[in-house]
Structures are given as structure tokens and as C-alpha cells.
């Protein structure tokens, strides 16, 4: 996982432009991918899809010929959206288009301005304390036009049409944490899943205007989503935190917190403000979407800045993001609502060898416990999710004693 | 409010009589009320409006001709409801009729006998002990006689006839903390409304038998009734208690939590036991009333004795109880439920001005975050205090954001 | 108490058999008691009634002559439902059929094999370290052929058919707190009800299967249950423990709350392990049934050895057991729902002597208190139990309080 967030780390990536194509690109090495691209001008929803912009180069040349910011050594160094310049002019004239991070001197900070029409550069303040008045050659190579918003979609077909969705945003250039590793560990994720009951969706789109488009042309199915996952900062060294759903009672977040329990964790309650999650929580759609982050939004000191770089992601952190999905997948494809065709009394278990069949094993005791959980809340009205939190037994044990009661006959799986 | 507590300290209150009619009088100068007279004998709900009580003097006169207890030093020598009496006696034949605080030997105590049809007199345990064997004379020139219960209403109209209740006990004589403050803070407080949204009805009745009275008058109108208060002991040091409605979620129970979080203060549940909330709040009627007091109810070595005296009560303590009383006015008038007319995905903000609007200040961040969780939560489900409450910001921030999204299109008010 | 368990601590019980019946002989000396037989091979629920077995004697014997196991002493010696054997075998042939407790050296454990179809000997690890490679002579002179499973039901007729369960398992030997303590205890009990309001069901039957089989036949008559407990363990030194039923806010789990608050205890959550609250709160049954025990289930080290013996359970624990369930009772009899016929505003109390009527006690605030409490929630919505809890008055002040209204023609109990 570490390697792709290296080879998608200097793409200049923005809501639009060449840099998510090939971003997606190098994603769909790995995974059968679906590119849509919506032209500019489309409505969607409340918004309107922008002009596409792209840039080729961009600079603060000296007098000497010196590139003292430049475009190619960071995409940071340029504020996204910006509209092309080409000019020379005093650091007094610059000054107003330069942006720095006082105190934090040695960064740089990511900066924006989509709707803006203005430009301007992003460095560090130790660079711009050792500029001189100037003149300086001020180009920015960019066009802002016509074009598309591109985003993508990949679907693990499962045998119900039940969603799931994971959703990761791709707007962000040379940021690591924010978001190349969340497009990693989905892709990991994706990979991993086979032949599953649920249908997974995932969905690579720019922030907020991204997931309005996506919105947009899946009204009519969003109702298909069940559960859903946005996913970002989803390699950095802090411990996960899962943001609930605007629901906040919603399968997912008992799902996630389930998948949670055993690692260091917070769960916070759901505000409109973070990630996507602010789009598919609106009220209109009120969807089942929780978010999953390791340190969450804004919370760490590298949040924006050239200090989110590929030292600041771990392997490590990585894989214990996509751990906790698949635990969380777990619970997803295997809970379910059963019915205790024997619920009057306990049913002789001896003589189905149900005592038998788990005999030899040294979880023997634990595996009988789960039996007589699962026959006696499967009532119709607890899942098997129910059971785990209700008897304190990890998950896996109730669902497999519910495979061996549903194989004696004695339960019945109640819907998909 | 001191100053009106200083003036209508003196007088000598009961349940009824010309005492009351004084104060109704004194208060009547800084409000427009609405007196009634309700005759003697007049059946109200289960009681009976009981005889008219006057008293013109009551002393206990030694041989000397020296007054040993004088009801004109203080009213609280005579016990309410004394029946006439004019007898020499002993000592040791008054004996039973004082009464007297030994545990607080120089305080005189608060009795009233309403329905007892007896006399008596209170004075401090000091006095008693150095009263010689008599005779004395004994001398209660009081009346007993048909005439009238006397209560008066203030209302303050506002734009929807949905009524706030703030009913304060007018029945105690010289008693300043219990009841007088609070009489000076809700004249203050009516004489602060204007032009409400809902309509405000002060009621300053006798305890017990005087909200009977307004409830048996009233029992078509107080379906009107969307928020009450009981106020009493308004001026004392301690810190301000809310004691919840019997209903115990009542929207005033909510709104007076938010008004005193602030605020040193303690929070009580229902109990049907303290002051006119027991009537208010009996089973049949079951109005969402609450009480506020600052020391609850007996809770302090001053109640209902002369140690409840014009020191005992503070300017700063009353005014603090107003203000606590006005937090909850502001979120009263200012609560509602809203509807999102753009709920699908966030509307797009920036294209209204609506972050420009808010951008000069500096609770910009504030202002913005209260954007997106009305927006977020107006699903005609929440209020504005929901949003405050789950927000944790200022309800002022949320009804501040609620106006500016209205006026923008984006919101629209539901009901009253 | 006590003697009881004395008296029936040397009979040789089990699932069926000769010593059940000795047992309820016993108890009916105490008790009026239906005796019922049910034929072996009966089908009950999802079980059938097994073959009866009797023991009238069991040893292993060296050449010598001596005993070295054998089951005059204790009748723990033999496992419960061994087939017949008479053998002559050594220690290594011997072995297998050989339990001990290697942890608790001096201890002979208790072991059964009621559906196993094998033999077997219990005895202490001391015992087993001091014997010689043999032969012995082994024999159990048991019979396990068609016979009958032997249970007994003690009814108190109530004047209302709403029944109160309490059931007792019978199967176990000399294990004097699991279970004889149970059954002194419900004797007890049983015999201290006079004309109760409720109807109480004593079921003494053996554990699982007996439970199965009265409730097969007795499917028709469950739904009368309105409240139930298993009994057992309530003779040893520890706290008692209630364990809720299945439905956690049943009435009975209220109850034991509330009749439990005054005394060490742990109350827990319902699992589907323990006794037979099993059977009774399966899903397809779900009765109110929750189990009191002293320490709960498998909770002491002596549990299901030898030294659960006549030392072990204790007269006082037997008698704490029995004050807690009579407190119990105290709530069942007299909670119930009443009318407040005076509903708007609180009726005139002094007028109809309730002050007076109470005015000579000590109690006599608390009187007042439980009176206001009671008028102020006889709603038809909560119970005398519910006012004890919110008021915080004991339960026999409130239902006192309650009376006193009801004489007084201003309350009116709602159904049964």
C-alpha cells in the first residue's frame, strides 16, 4: 500500500484536471474501474460543475534566473484553481498572492481558491524571509476551462444488491495521509473481497463537489446503500476514530464500533463538518454513512501542509485501517436476523452431536455459550450482531454457531 | 427590585384580606394588572373559597401596660387566620397559643392556622423566656368574615396565543426572600418584554388556594399553557435551583437546563411538594411547569421565620435570577423548528454571500459551523435548541444562523 | 430451615427415581402437594422422558473386603446414571471410570451421565493417590428401565388467577446448597402465605428435563405466569444475586430490584446458562422469570463436590433468602394501579381527617409525603411500585398511603 501512495504521491491532483486522471489510471491497475466524466456546466444538485483546470508549470523566478518557488519541485507551491499569470513584479507587489504558515516556518501549506478567479503560490516562511525585494518573473502556466469533473467507481457484485459504500476523496495533491492512503487501503480492500453477499461500491471522487455529482446521478439509488464508509487519513500514526452517522443508531455504527473494540479507538457523534459524510448525511438523503479516519480532520499538525508526506503515512497504520474494515466487513457479511425453529424449551443438543461437533476443540465452552445465545435471542427481532454485544462473545464464534445450528435444522435465516 | 422588596416588606399578607390588596396595589404601579375578587364560599375544584381575614392589631400586654409582643413591630407576632380574642390571662394559660423556635432562640417564626379556627402568637424563644407569670393582656382585634380572594393577572400579548405561565405566591406577610423577590424580579421581567412572539401571563395569587382558584377560573385556557414557571425565593445567596415539571421532559424542562448551564445551579426532579407547581402540575392538569427558586423550598435556617428579613436578600442574586429568566425568554421566542428547502447535499453557500456575510467577524468560524448544523438538522424533527444542544453552540449562534439562512431562501419556519 | 436440609440431605436423588420421591415425601409432610409421574419415553417439547434409575448400591472393593469407594457413605460416590456392573478389574482397568478433583484433593466431585449409557465412581484425589494396583471388585447395582420422572406443584390459590412461579430443582444428591436449601427456603415460604392477592405455583422438578416437562405439559396455562423465579443456591454465606429474565424490565425483575435494595447484593443480566429460568425464558416461552440465587451458579469452589455439605449453607442465609422473598411478596401483593377520582389539583386533604388521621405517628411526614406522591401519580399510567421508586418512599408507606386515599373515596384501583 505504501509503494501505490508513493507512486500517486507527486500527481498534482485538484476537484478536476489531468492529475486525478492519472491518478484513477494508476488505481485501475489494480482494480476494474468505471470513469465517469461529467462536462462543466452540469447542474448537480444545488451546484454547478466547474471549469477544469490544469497547470503545466508555475514559478517565482529571480533576477538571477533562479527558481526560488517552483511548481516542479512541489504542486503544493501553487494555490489550487489559480488562474494563469504571467508577470514581473516587487515582493511587495507578490506579497498579497503568498501564502505561509507562521507558525510552523519550515512547512508549506495546501491552499485553494476554487471559486475564487484569483492565484497566488504557497511556500514556507523561511523561504520567504530570505527573499529579496525583488523584481521577480511570476508565471503560472494554467488553464481553467471547459472541460470535465472526473470521478470513479468500482463494484464488487455480491449475491444481494444491498450496498455498501466506501467513499474517498482525490482532490488533494502531494498530501499523503490526506488522501492517498485512504485510496490505498480501499484498494487493498476491494481487492480482498470475494464473491461477497453484500454488493461494495467504491467511490474515488473529488471532496464535496465530488460526491454532490455522484449524488446527483444516483438519486435514484441511493437507496440501495445500507452501509457506508467515507475513508481518509487513513495512514497516519494515531489510533482510529470512527465519526457515527447523522442517524447515529445506524448499522454501521454499531458495526463499526464492534470492529473497533479491541483496538485503540474513538468514536465521536456525527457533525456536518469532515469529510463527505457532510453530503451523504444531508438531510435530503440522511444515508447510513459513518467516516472512518485514523487521526480525524484537521487534528494533526501536518494537516495541509508539506509535512503530510510520505514519512508521515506508515505501513503500519495502513494495514491496521484495512484490519479493522475487514472486521467490519466480517459483521457486515455475516450478521443477520435467525429464527429458533425450536423455541420452546432448549432443543436436545446431545442428541443432534451439536455437543459433539465442537467436542475437540479447546473453545469448546465458548462455542457451546454461542450455541445457546444464538437459540435463545433468535427471535426474529436480534441480529447476530445482537447476540455478540448482548453475550459478550466475539462475533465470529455466534456466527458459526448459527451455521451449525441453521446445518442441524434447528434455525432458519430470516430475509437476504 | 430591592427597593420594591423594602416597600412591600411591611405589609401584612395572608391568603387573603386588605395586605394583599395593598401589594397588588404597589405592584399595579409599575404593571397593568387585571384584579380579581373572588367571593367567600365560592366552590373551586375541590376546596372552597375560605373567609376573608383582617387584622387591625394583636398585642400581648403586660401589667405595666408595655407591649411584651406587638403585632405593630411585626406582623409575624400574629399567627394567620388568628380568630378575635380580648381576655386576661397567665402565663401559663397563653402558654399554648405561643409559639416559638428554640433551636433559633432569637428568630420569630411564620404559623398560620387557615382552617383551624384558633389563635396565636409568635415571638423568639428570648422573649418567651423572659416573660413572668402575667396576667396579661391578650388582644387579636381581627375579622373573620365573607369577602373576597383576591389575585391579579399581568399578560404580556404576543403574536400567537401560546401562553408562558410565571405564577409567584402573594400570601406570606413579612417574608422577604419568600415571596417578595420574586414578586420585584417577575415585575421586572414583565416590564422587560416587548412585542413578544408568545404571549406571557404573570399570576400573583395567595399559595395553594389562590392557584386553585386560577386553575377552577381557568380549566378552558390552560390548554394554552406551552411553558410555566412557579418562581419563589428569588433573592436568596445560593445558587439557582430548577426543579423539573412532573412530566419531566417538558419543553421548559429543556429550556431551563440551556438557560442555566452557564450559571452556578443545580437541577431537581419533580416532586409534588414546594409551591404552586403541586396545583399546576396535579395528575388532571399536568402543565408543563416547572419550578425555579434560587435555595429550594425549607432549604435554607431562614425560611418562614423573621431571619427571612430585607437583609437576607441581595440586589445581585435577584438580578441574577432575571437574567437567568431572560436566557430562557430569548430561547423561548427564539426556538422553532425549520425546514432545510435545499435539502439534498449542502446548498452551495459561497454563491449566496453567505460566508461573506459573516466574514468580517470574528466568530466567523462559529457563525459557519451553525450554517451547516441547522442546515443539517432542519428536517422539521429538530428545533433549534436540539441544534444548540448537539451542536453545543450558543443558541444564539443557531437562531442567528437560522435567520440569515431564511432570509437567503434556504430555510423556511415551520408552524407558529 | 435447617433441619430440613438435614433431613433430606442423605437421599440419593437424581433426574428420576426413588430418592426424588423420598424427597417430596418429605415435603409434603410440610406441604400439600400434587405429586405427578410421568412415563419414560414421554415426548415433552423437543425431549423425551428417559428411562428411570435407582441405585440400592455401589462399591469398589479390595481384596481385603474393604470398601474403598463406596456409595453407603456418600452417594456423590457414584455417577449419576451408571449402568449396572459387577467386575473384577485392577487400578489400571478401573482408571477410566475414575473422577476426581485433582485441585481439591480431599473433595468427591459430582458427576452424571444421564444420557451416556456408562458407569462410573466419584471420589477424592487423596483417596485415589492411596490405592493399590487391585483387583477390586467393582459393582454398581443399579436398574435404568421404563419408570417415571417424579415432580410436585404446591399451589396458594390467590383471588385472582395471575400466578407467581417459583421453581426448585429436585435431581441433585447430597449437595446441601444446590439444591436443598431451594427447597427449605420455598417451603418456608410457601408456608407463610395466607389468601394472598396472586396466585403462587411451587414447582419442585429436576433440573432441564423436569422443567421441559412441565412446561409440555402446562403450554396452555404459562401465559397465566405474570411473574416467576427459579430458586436455587440460597443457603451458602455470599450475598444474594438475581439474575433478570430475558426481558430485563419484566415486573419481577422491578421487584427483586426494589426488594434487594437494603441488603448486599449483585443483581445481573439474563444469560441462557444457569438454571432452569433456560427453559422458562426461551424464546418461544419468554416468561417474566428471573432466578434468585445467594452466589450464583458454578460461582463457589465447593459447587458440585462434597463440600457442599450440611456446614456449607447456613440457618441466617436461609433465613436472609426468605426475608428478601417475603419483601418481594410484600411488593407483589399490594402494587397495583390507581385512579386519583380528585385529579385537578390536589384535594383538600385536612378537610377529610388525612392529616389527622396520621397525626399522632412518628411517620408522620413521610405518611404526607407517600399521600402527595400517590395522588399526584394515580394516573392509571404508574404503579404503587413506580411511585416508591421516583418518590424514594419505602413501597409499604406508598401502598399504606394508597389505602388510606381509597377509604377515603379519593382513589381507585385500576383492574385486578
Redesign the interface.
Same mark, same amino acid.
Do not use: H, K, V
Given at each position: 500500500m505504501h509503494a501505490l501512495v508513493a507512486r500517486l504521491y507527486p500527481l498534482c491532483r485538484s476537484i478536476t484536471g489531468d492529475g486525478v486522471r492519472a491518478t484513477l489510471d494508476i488505481l485501475g491497475e489494480h482494480l476494474d474501474l468505471d470513469v465517469h466524466e461529467v462536462p462543466t456546466g452540469t447542474q448537480v444538485?444545488?451546484?454547478t460543475v466547474p471549469k477544469e483546470w490544469n497547470v503545466r508549470d508555475a514559478y517565482v523566478m529571480d533576477a538571477d534566473g533562479t527558481r526560488v518557488v517552483d511548481f516542479r519541485r512541489s504542486n503544493l507551491h501553487v494555490v489550487g484553481y489559480s488562474v494563469p499569470v504571467s508577470a514581473t513584479m516587487t515582493l511587495a507587489e507578490l506579497r498579497p498572492h503568498l501564502h505561509t504558515l507562521p507558525d510552523q516556518p519550515d512547512l508549506v501549506p495546501y491552499r485553494t481558491a476554487y471559486?475564487a478567479g484569483t492565484w497566488g503560490f504557497c511556500l514556507s516562511r523561511r523561504t520567504l524571509d530570505g527573499l529579496g525585494e525583488g523584481p521577480y518573473t511570476v508565471v503560472i502556466d494554467s488553464t481553467l476551462a471547459d472541460g470535465h469533473l472526473t470521478y470513479a467507481e468500482h463494484v464488487v457484485r455480491g449475491r444481494t444488491t444491498d450496498e455498501v459504500l466506501i467513499s474517498c476523496h482525490t482532490c488533494h495533491p502531494s498530501l499523503a495521509n490526506d488522501n492517498l492512503a485512504a485510496l490505498a487501503v480501499a484498494t487493498a480492500l476491494a481487492s480482498r473481497l470475494e464473491r461477497p453477499r453484500l454488493t461494495y461500491r467504491f467511490v474515488f471522487a473529488p471532496g464535496?463537489i465530488g460526491?454532490?455529482t455522484w449524488?446527483?446521478r444516483n438519486?435514484e439509488r441511493v437507496s440501495r446503500i445500507r452501509h457506508g464508509l467515507t475513508l481518509a487519513c487513513a495512514g497516519d500514526r494515531g489510533p482510529l476514530t470512527y465519526k457515527r452517522s447523522?442517524r447515529g443508531d445506524a448499522g454501521i455504527d454499531r458495526v463499526m464500533a464492534y470492529a473497533l473494540r479491541d483496538r485503540p479507538h474513538t468514536i465521536t457523534?456525527f /457533525?456536518?463538518?469532515g469529510y463527505d459524510e457532510?453530503?451523504y448525511?444531508?438531510?435530503?438523503?440522511?444515508l447510513p454513512v459513518g467516516s472512518l479516519t485514523r487521526t480525524p480532520y484537521a487534528g494533526y499538525p501536518e494537516y495541509h501542509t508539506s509535512g503530510d508526506d510520505l514519512d508521515f503515512v506508515s505501513p503500519e497504520s495502513m494495514s491496521d485501517t484495512l484490519e479493522a474494515l475487514w472486521s467490519a466487513v466480517e459483521v457486515l457479511e455475516g450478521d443477520g436476523r435467525y429464527l429458533?425453529l425450536?423455541?420452546?424449551?432448549?432443543?436436545?443438543l446431545?442428541?443432534r452431536g451439536l455437543y459433539g461437533s465442537v467436542g475437540g476443540r479447546s473453545d469448546t465452552k465458548q462455542a457451546q455459550?454461542a450455541m445457546?445465545?444464538v437459540?435463545?435471542?433468535?427471535?426474529g427481532a436480534h441480529s447476530l450482531l445482537d447476540v455478540a454485544d448482548? /453475550?459478550g462473545l466475539p462475533f465470529r464464534a455466534v456466527a458459526e454457531a448459527a451455521q451449525a445450528l441453521e446445518t442441524a435444522g434447528l434455525l432458519k435465516r430470516e430475509g437476504a
Open positions: 444538485l444545488d451546484w471559486y464535496t460526491a454532490i449524488l446527483a438519486r447523522r457523534d /457533525s456536518p463538518y457532510r453530503q448525511c444531508s438531510p435530503g438523503f440522511d429458533n425450536s423455541p420452546y424449551g432448549e432443543p436436545q446431545g442428541r455459550m445457546l445465545w437459540l435463545n435471542l433468535s427471535d448482548r /453475550s
